[in-house]
């Protein structure tokens, strides 16, 4: 359930109105402020029945009527603000109120709504000052924990992979497509996953590519996404059709030997799509399918019997289930039998059993094993009532049992991964902010936001309803997705017949929109994957809406870049950075109640007018152009935290009699800006930045900047930009010295900078430094001597591109470094031998000539893999296509 949250976020924003934006409510303040006490107590009294009456099942139907009044309050005083801002939009809300009113009256809806919740209060006996009292003696707090990830268990079916191993070994004589088939949640991607990192697999397969096709596929992105691994992705390949692409893939397959392993097909029309790009003649070529249906992998090779997954046998399953709850292969005696029997009712599939495994882990506890065995005895009743109601669609039940356990505040984010398309890889940091901006993430003590919410997203990984997919080089989770039976529930429960959270918007084969056009008004979030520019052309109207979001990557005509605004006045997230607008849409300004954008064009202005929007917190921004002035007034956008672009940003000039004004301390995020934007007054104002990207000259920067300001700036990235200048125009002679860096620095990015490698001695006495990313030729020369340095606290290092050829150095010179990675860079002859002592992982990407060397550290890794010290990390060579 979201009513924590919602009434959390009205409330907030009902106090920040009284705050900083009386004068849009004047006529209404009295009534406003009642207002607020009442949703101060109705709020005391949804976190009272939450924790009283979680098993009531009475309290579904008592939230809904909650939230119903949530909504109402919410919409009166929205609509009421945005009328007030923009007079022009008085005819909107006319149509809102079926044309009847022509202005709204906010304190008579005020007052209507404070009516039902004071009707509410009486029909419920709710005792106002005993609310109040509890509320403002609870003093317990939630603080933060370190929060248990769960770690990937891929067990038995040691037999399955052997066979299907073997099946891609056989020599044919033409292409081999290969097919795994089976019940969804039976681990078809999985074990495809173990098959794909098998060290046999990797020797005799250099080229190994991974696509998710899904059920919404696009041919198009489904063959660029293969041809990403063998070439650059011009501009003048994504204009050219999908056949003429196609084309050019299958050139790079006809020869070699490769494996790319299509996930989740779902229908054999599908593969007829898409084989044209894989040459039948290249008898060394293996594709390797997944798909819940058999007539897909019929289809895809006729001479060929598809392989049909097993079940797990029942010592797999209880192999599982051990390693999903306390890590490794054991049981406590007195939980033994709870566990056997919760394990039979999950019928040996693997994802019913990690997901149950999922709400175990959060109610185990070794020392208190007494405690433990009352709560496993629940879950075992509960299991077993579940099924046995409907042991036809066992999944579902075993996902519902699992969404019923989790705390209330995770709920909403958990559901909202439903908006997101399936097999998608959602980037962890825009679902962060999402949330953020929805508001699903309330404040706790000092805890930030981010943090809180990164909490809450380990949290649903821990329970197994979410899967960590990529991490960053420093070993964060960097993106995630979710399976997509769990994604169908998410869907499925958000709907407007249970939780209202969002509806996804589709198109019938028939081209009818489903739910129709006219339903839009009913729903408070949109996520619309394909066709939208018919959707935004059949004039909708969602009066209720806050968030509309697409990933379809298409151009906005002119005549419709208006569409939006005029549809969706109470936006509060609009994320449609996939969408490519042709101009900026002026009444865009007037949503004043976004607190998320994400949008790309071809802009060269960020027009003043942005400033209006006041609730701003995050603004994306992709351009085609390198500059982006910024005419909007971001020091007096009070509560915008994050701002991003990818092109120079400037800023607007500080008037002289504001520069002694306040520091913006909301403000995290900020990049790229402009070289000439970085002075002591934009740093002061910055004051607690966390991240800061500059794009320009960087030689400009002086040492009286003011970087060394910013004291909590942990990710700094220079992208030394010149326009029109000769390879020694563009060259920085010399790094800023120590003292001009950020004290607390952790992840630094150099691009494009050219400078020399002896200037790597200020880099290696930044003391905090874990993270250091040289991309673009950001150092040059032929030689490397890094003899004479020391980086004690780096972990992660990244070369991209250098004419770097002989590099000498050793564990000394880098004693914490567990990742390399190197892309680019051909001429470079080897890997200094002696960094194998700290490495954990190694990737190299086009670079040939040092391959034999990253061979020779993985021979020497696997050396130190005895008996003392088997427990250690597994070391981890990644070699790309084409290297070998």
Not at 233 to 261: N, P, W
């Amino acid at each position: 359930m979201a009513e924590e949250a919602a009434i959390s976020f009205l409330l907030d924003n009902v106090k920040q109105l009284l705050a900083d934006q009386l004068h849009l409510i004047k006529s209404a303040q009295n009534e406003v402020i009642l207002l607020q006490k009442d949703l101060e107590v109705l709020q005391a009294f949804i976190e009272d029945a939450t924790a009283k009456k979680n098993k009531d099942q009475s309290l579904k139907v008592l939230m809904r009527q909650v939230r119903e009044v949530i909504f109402e309050a919410e919409d009166a005083i929205d609509a009421f603000v945005i009328q007030a801002a923009e007079k022009k939009t008085q005819s909107f809300f006319a149509r809102m109120r079926n044309g009847t009113i022509k202005t709204l009256n906010v304190a008579n809806e005020v007052q209507n709504v404070r009516t039902k919740i004071n009707r509410f209060f009486t029909e419920h006996r709710v005792d106002r000052a005993a609310m109040n009292t509890e509320r403002s003696a609870d003093t317990n707090r939630e603080e933060r924990k370190e929060p248990l990830v769960r770690k990937d268990n891929i067990v038995g079916l040691e037999d399955e992979t052997d066979t299907l191993i073997g099946y891609l070994l056989e020599e044919k004589k033409e292409l081999d497509p290969i097919s795994i088939i089976g019940l969804p949640g039976l681990g078809k991607t999985t074990i495809a996953g173990k098959i794909f990192t098998d060290p046999k697999v990797q020797y005799e397969f250099p080229t190994r590519i991974w696509v998710f096709v899904s059920q919404d596929y696009k041919r198009r992105d489904v063959f660029v996404s293969i041809l990403k691994n063998f070439t650059t992705i011009t501009d003048h390949m994504l204009r050219k059709t999908d056949m003429e692409i196609a084309q050019t893939l299958s050139d790079y397959l006809t020869e070699g030997r490769f494996l790319i392993v299509l996930d989740d097909v779902w229908t054999a029309e599908a593969w007829l799509d898409l084989h044209v790009a894989f040459p039948k003649s290249n008898k060394l070529g293996k594709i390797l399918i997944t798909s819940r249906h058999e007539e897909v992998a019929k289809k895809a090779n006729p001479h060929r019997e598809p392989h049909n997954l097993r079940l797990l046998t029942h010592q797999e399953s209880w192999l599982l289930f051990r390693l999903e709850v306390f890590g490794e292969p054991i049981c406590p005696s007195k939980l033994e039998e709870n566990g056997r029997l919760i394990v039979d009712q999950c019928d040996r599939l693997p994802l019913a059993i990690v997901v149950i495994a999922g709400i175990l882990v959060k109610k185990t506890s070794v020392l208190d094993i007494n405690a433990t065995e009352k709560q496993w005895n629940k879950v075992r009743d509960r299991v077993k009532h579940y099924l046995k109601e409907d042991p036809e669609n066992r999944m579902e039940k075993i996902i519902s049992l699992s969404y019923n356990k989790l705390p209330y505040h995770l709920r909403p984010c958990f559901l909202y991964f439903g908006m997101f398309p399936e097999d998608f890889e959602i980037p962890v940091q825009k679902l962060i902010l999402m949330w953020i901006a929805e508001g699903f993430i309330q404040r706790k003590n000092e805890i930030t936001l981010e943090e809180t919410a990164q909490d809450y997203l380990e949290e649903l990984i821990s329970r197994n309803l979410v899967m960590g997919d990529k991490k960053s080089l420093d070993g964060r989770i960097k993106s995630c997705r979710i399976h997509d039976m769990l994604r169908e529930f998410c869907k499925d429960e958000a709907g407007n017949d249970k939780e209202k959270l969002f509806q996804e918007i589709k198109m019938s084969n028939e081209g009818i929109f489903i739910p129709s056009i006219s339903e839009v008004q009913n729903h408070r979030r949109l996520s619309i994957h394909s066709h939208f520019l018919p959707f935004v052309s059949s004039n909708p109207f969602g009066p209720r809406v806050r968030t509309l979001f697409s990933k379809e990557e298409i151009t906005l005509p002119l005549k419709n870049i208006s569409s939006i605004p005029a549809a969706f006045k109470l936006l509060r997230v609009l994320d449609i950075k996939s969408i490519k607008f042709t101009k900026l849409p002026s009444d865009l300004t007037d949503l004043v109640h976004l607190r998320y954008i994400a949008l790309s064009s071809d802009f060269k202005v960020l027009p003043k007018a942005i400033t209006k929007i006041w609730n701003l917190q995050t603004l994306i921004v992709d351009t085609t152009s390198r500059s982006l002035e910024i005419n909007a007034d971001l020091w007096n956008m009070i509560n915008l935290r994050h701002f991003k672009t990818n092109a120079s940003a400037i800023l607007p000039k500080t008037p002289e009699d504001t520069k002694q004004s306040g520091t913006r301390g909301e403000l995290q995020t900020l990049g790229m800006i402009s070289t000439q934007n970085c002075t002591e007054d934009v740093f002061r104002r910055a004051c607690n930045l966390k991240k800061l990207g500059i794009r320009g000259q960087i030689a400009a920067l002086s040492r009286s900047c003011g970087l060394e300001r910013l004291r909590n700036l942990r990710k700094l990235k220079l992208f030394n930009d010149v326009r029109f200048g000769s390879t020694s125009e563009a060259s920085v002679p010399r790094l800023p010295p120590l003292d001009a860096f950020p004290p607390k620095l952790k992840n630094l990015t150099l691009s494009a900078t050219h400078l020399e490698w002896d200037q790597m001695f200020t880099l290696c006495m930044l003391n905090y430094l874990e993270v250091l990313k040289l991309k673009d030729k950001a150092f040059v020369g032929v030689f490397w001597n890094a003899s004479d340095i020391c980086f004690r606290k780096l972990e992660v290092l990244y070369i991209e591109r250098t004419d770097l050829v002989h590099w000498k150095a050793s564990n000394q010179n880098f004693p914490g470094l567990s990742s390399l990675v190197i892309r680019n860079c051909e001429k470079l002859q080897e890997i200094p031998l002696d960094l194998h002592k700290s490495l954990h992982s190694l990737d190299l990407k086009r670079c040939k000539f040092a391959v034999e060397s990253a061979r020779e550290i993985e021979k020497a890794k696997k050396k130190e893999q005895t008996q003392e010290n088997a427990e250690m990390s597994v070391f981890k060579l990644h070699i790309a296509p084409g290297d070998e």
